[in-house]
């Protein structure tokens, strides 16, 4: 097990964590991370594009004229993609930019980020952050102390303080260890994780 040094929020080391090599010592394959990080920006867009299928075309189900002996081509109703003002077939849709990767895939590639920030020497353990007040010039000291400037800050439960004075803060973001993911991990440089999310997320990589 990967010893990490503990810090507090004045940027004091105060003690020493063990990390389980499961997690933060495990082989990094860019590919992986690739794909898992494009499913998670594709998932995140929007699906405005849309066109109107065959069966959403108003108009008369009816047989547009006889099948024989016309020596027309034969047609349906007038609903038929091949006409004018028909349906439109493999059109964009809902969920048209969605992608799925396995979840196997996606734990696997968590653990590979997690293990980059701690080869990278970008991987920051505090013991705790408290403020007294909801303040951003008190949040900007903490930051400061620990010799920040992008990171993402992983609690263990829900800290209005903390969250509220962090969001004013460009290039700081404040997130639940439930919500960790592999695109917020490699976007930010530093990766701040609290001593008492550590257990909860290895319980969640681990299980």
Sequence with gaps: MAVVDVRNQRGENVSKVELADGIFNVEVKPDILHEVVRMQLANRRSASASVKRRSEIKGSGAKLFRQKGTGRARRGNIKSPLLRGGGVTFGPGDNNHKLKVPKKKRKAALKMALSSKLSDNTLIIVDKIELDEIKT?????????????????????????????????????????????????????????????????????LS
């Design 137 to 205: 010039k008190k949040f900007q000291d903490v930051v400061d102390s620990l010799k920040l400037t992008k990171a993402l800050f992983v609690i263990d439960e829900k800290d209005k303080t903390l969250e509220l004075s962090a969001r004013n803060l460009p290039g700081i973001k404040i997130l639940k260890k439930e919500g960790l993911n592999v695109y917020d991990i490699l976007k930010y440089q530093n990766l701040v994780l609290m001593e008492s999310s550590i257990k909860g997320i290895e319980g969640r990589l």
